[in-house]
């Protein structure tokens, strides 16, 4: 806004001082109170509070862009007043100003047709608006399946973590895809991603290049044609030609997008604190704010479950939801609130598969050390690692971990064969490929007909 009125170096640099030091006296010494104090107060009577004054009087003429604006309206509000502000007493502390939108002030009659009102209540309680039930025509407990792959998707993971857990999101997804799609020759699944992960998942093949371009592209720059992705498909029907959707995660906003709906609706004294323990998505010192997270994250699942074809009621076909997220309180909420039956539900616990492969991965290298002195020399797994390598072998030589096993042999070049002792007793012989023998083309072959 400085630049619009011409202030001088020695006012703007002046001026920004004032600004910076005003916030962060007020962050310091109000240390009792969850609201704000008029900012004067720190520089009332001195030569600096004047010069200040005559330059935010300047900044009353500029026109700037509409957020600096609601700023500037905003500052002078606190430099003036007492609990205008809200304070955020966090790592990275912040001033919350957040004001109600009152609609009665237009005098008129509303109606707002919204499936999923009566989840969220609290911000339509506080409006004033009239909830009125309605029947619900969807038959939940005839079509819809819920695949719950329970897995940590927490931003707070190292890069590496969150590569692997993405990398195992994707298989995940491609392996459920090519299993419905036998069964069911109409089945239709679309990713659901966060927009930051769009592209890592496209180049995974969970994307294809059809829906990359048709739902995951900016084609222009308008809020009607955003391209879609987790946070992103309220109030839009292009999925309702789909019969599955993956959500690879919960629509969780950062807690301030929630505290900012809480001062409005509660004023500025109330406690925006975030409860020390929130395992088990217990986030809000308040009750009040925790209500209105979990209706908004609840109200969000639903609205974007029904972009699927589950939205068309004259339909008989189930709907399938995979969701990927270790936040299973949600999957609590879900099955109360479209009143699925328990065989409606699966729980695959994803996050054990994945140290699994980790664990496995870590096997076959010990076992490529032990067997680099006895190359192309066929071993049983005691006479590789003891009794401790053949019953981890037995433990786990069984299902996807089977499958995941003979993949990392054939990484490791190490060729396996399945044995029947005279007892009618499995075992394994294992022998490690010296490659100046034997050619990748081999080890291959050998896994395609073990397969």
């Given at each position: 806004m400085a630049d619009r009125i011409h202030l001088s170096n020695r006012e703007f640099k002046e001026a920004r001082d004032i600004l910076s030091e005003l916030i962060n006296l007020e962050l310091k010494d109000n240390v009792t109170?969850?609201?704000?104090?008029?900012?004067?107060?720190?520089?009332?009577?001195?030569?600096?509070?004047?010069l200040f004054n005559t330059i935010l009087a300047k900044l009353a003429?500029?026109?700037?862009?509409?957020?600096?604006?609601?700023?500037?309206t905003w500052f002078m509000k606190m430099y003036a007043e007492d609990h205008i502000g809200c304070i955020e007493r966090t790592n990275k502390q912040a001033i919350i100003c957040s004001e109600w939108l009152d609609y009665g002030r237009l005098h008129t009659h509303m109606l707002i047709l919204d499936g999923t009102a009566h989840i969220s209540q609290s911000i339509y309680e506080r409006s004033g608006f009239e909830l009125i039930p309605m029947t619900i025509v969807h038959r939940y407990a005839e079509r819809l399946n819920i695949r719950w792959k329970n897995i940590n998707t927490s931003t707070t993971l190292s890069y590496r973590e969150l590569k692997e857990v993405k990398e195992a999101i994707a298989g995940d997804f491609l392996e459920i895809q090519s299993k419905l799609q036998e069964k069911r020759p109409s089945f239709k699944m679309i990713a659901l991603p966060k927009q930051d992960d769009i592209a890592f998942y496209h180049a995974e093949g969970v994307i294809t290049d059809?829906?990359?371009k048709q739902f995951f592209t900016i084609?222009?720059?308008?809020?009607?044609?955003?391209?879609?992705?987790?946070?992103?498909?309220?109030?839009?029907?292009?999925?309702?030609?789909?019969?599955?959707?993956?959500?690879?995660?919960?629509?969780?906003?950062p807690p301030r997008y929630y505290r900012e709906i809480a001062v409005a609706m509660y004023g500025v004294d109330i406690d925006i604190s975030l409860n020390e323990n929130r395992n088990k998505g217990n986030w809000f010192t308040d009750e009040r704010i925790q209500k209105l997270y979990i209706e908004d994250v609840l109200a969000n699942l639903s609205q974007i479950i029904h972009r699927t074809s589950l939205r068309n009621v004259n339909l008989s076909e189930e709907v399938d939801i995979v969701m990927y997220s270790k936040r299973t309180e949600w999957l609590t909420?879900?099955?109360?609130?479209?009143?699925?039956?328990?065989?409606?539900?699966?729980?695959?616990?994803?996050?054990?598969?994945?140290r699994f492969k980790k664990a496995c991965s870590k096997k076959m290298i010990e076992m490529v050390k032990l067997m680099v002195g006895k190359k192309n020399i066929k071993l049983t797994a005691k006479e590789i690692g003891g009794k401790a390598l053949y019953q981890w072998f037995r433990d786990n030589w069984k299902g996807n971990r089977k499958q995941f096993i003979l993949s990392e042999?054939?990484?490791?070049?190490?060729?396996?064969?399945?044995?029947?002792?005279?007892?009618?007793?499995?075992?394994?012989?294992?022998?490690?490929?010296?490659?100046?023998a034997f050619t990748d083309h081999v080890v291959s072959e050998h896994y395609r007909k073990l397969s």
């Open positions: 109170s969850h609201s704000t104090l008029r900012l004067n107060r720190f520089i009332e009577g001195s030569e600096r509070e004047r003429d500029a026109k700037g862009e509409l957020e600096d604006m609601r700023r500037y059809e829906q990359l084609k222009q720059k308008s809020d009607d044609d955003m391209r879609k992705h987790l946070f992103n498909v309220v109030g839009n029907n292009d999925f309702s030609s789909f019969n599955a959707m993956a959500l690879f995660g919960v629509p969780i906003r909420l879900m099955q109360k609130e479209f009143r699925l039956p328990d065989e409606r539900i699966n729980m695959h616990q994803l996050h054990n598969e994945l042999l054939k990484n490791h070049n190490i060729l396996l064969f399945e044995r029947t002792s005279k007892v009618g007793r499995q075992y394994w012989l294992f022998m490690l490929v010296d490659q100046d």
